[in-house]
């Protein structure tokens, strides 16, 4: 159950560290200058981060999201370097400083995405889609940096929680990936659970792909009703 200090008000955005203290919202200065808009009128905007460990879905699961509330879509495993993903084809966990640039070019991509220069001429999207396994705690808060820097940006993860064995299967019969079952094992090592940290929506996807788009679609709605 929502507290009445959890619901976003008049367009600014509720505070997405819950472990840092909340920062003044700052002047949008892509807003123009003399703007008949103040920031806080400024539309909000959604990140939404399918999220876990690889095998969990996330992939299958962003890709129906983004169909269904027509937005943008970054999939997470497209900004890796070709050094990460040969370091995963070759069985090696990767570490810190290996995520660290993969996490900020995925976060400023999206943020780009959601303010699109004004020579482009197309409206900014309500949102963007983005798979990012993000395991540890300081991963999900590069992510939320977006919301730090731009109030009007609404961060949600969507966490896909299953056990390791059923993951473990899951890649084991999935072809044509770099990430292979023997890697399932550091990724759980990795994996800080996000599921009591106040921006994360946790979905048990220990069932059907057409359940968990359900799940899935369910509680994205229930999100946004938030909003109205
Ligand atoms: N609910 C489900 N039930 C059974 N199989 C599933 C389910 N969801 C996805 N899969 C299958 O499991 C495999 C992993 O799914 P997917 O690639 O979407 O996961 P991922 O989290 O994006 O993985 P990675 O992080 O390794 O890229 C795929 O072969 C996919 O078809
Ligand atoms: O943080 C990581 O270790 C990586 O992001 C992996 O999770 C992969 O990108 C993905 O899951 C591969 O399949």
New binding site residues.
């Given amino acids: 159950m929502l507290s009445a200090n959890d619901k976003p008000a008049n367009g600014l955005s509720p505070l997405v560290f819950s472990h840092l203290s909340k920062p003044t919202p700052k002047t949008d200065y892509r807003m123009p200058l003399n703007g008949r808009l103040s920031v806080e009128m400024q539309p909000l905007q959604h990140i939404w981060i399918?999220t876990?460990?690889?095998?969990?879905?996330?992939?299958?699961?962003?890709?129906k999201l983004q169909a269904e509330l027509g937005l943008p879509y970054l999939e997470?495993?497209d900004f890796h370097t070709p050094a990460n993903k040969e370091k995963m084809g070759n069985g090696i966990p990767l570490s810190d400083a290996d995520r660290w640039d993969w996490l900020i070019s995925l976060r400023d991509a999206a943020v780009n995405i959601l303010s699109p220069p004004d020579s482009d001429n197309t409206p900014a999207p309500s949102g963007v889609v983005m798979?990012c396994?993000a395991l540890k705690l300081k991963y999900r808060d590069v992510i939320r940096i977006a919301a730090y820097d731009h109030p009007s940006i609404q961060i949600h993860f969507i966490y896909?929680k299953a056990d390791e064995k059923?993951?473990m299967e899951?890649?084991n019969?999935?072809?044509g990936?770099y990430?292979k079952s023997n890697?399932i094992r550091s990724?759980f090592e990795a994996l800080e659970d996000p599921t009591d940290e106040k921006d994360v929506l946790a979905v048990d996807?220990?069932?059907?792909?057409?359940?968990?788009h359900r799940r899935v679609s369910e509680t994205v709605a229930k999100k946004l009703a938030e909003y109205n």
Avoid: N, W, Y
Avoid at 52 to 63: C, D, E, F, L
Avoid at 205 to 212: A, Q
């Fill in positions: 399918v876990g460990p690889a095998g969990s879905g996330k992939t299958t699961v962003a890709q997470g495993d798979s396994s896909l059923v993951l899951r890649v019969e999935r072809g990936h990430m890697m990724q996807v220990t069932t059907s792909p057409e359940e968990v």
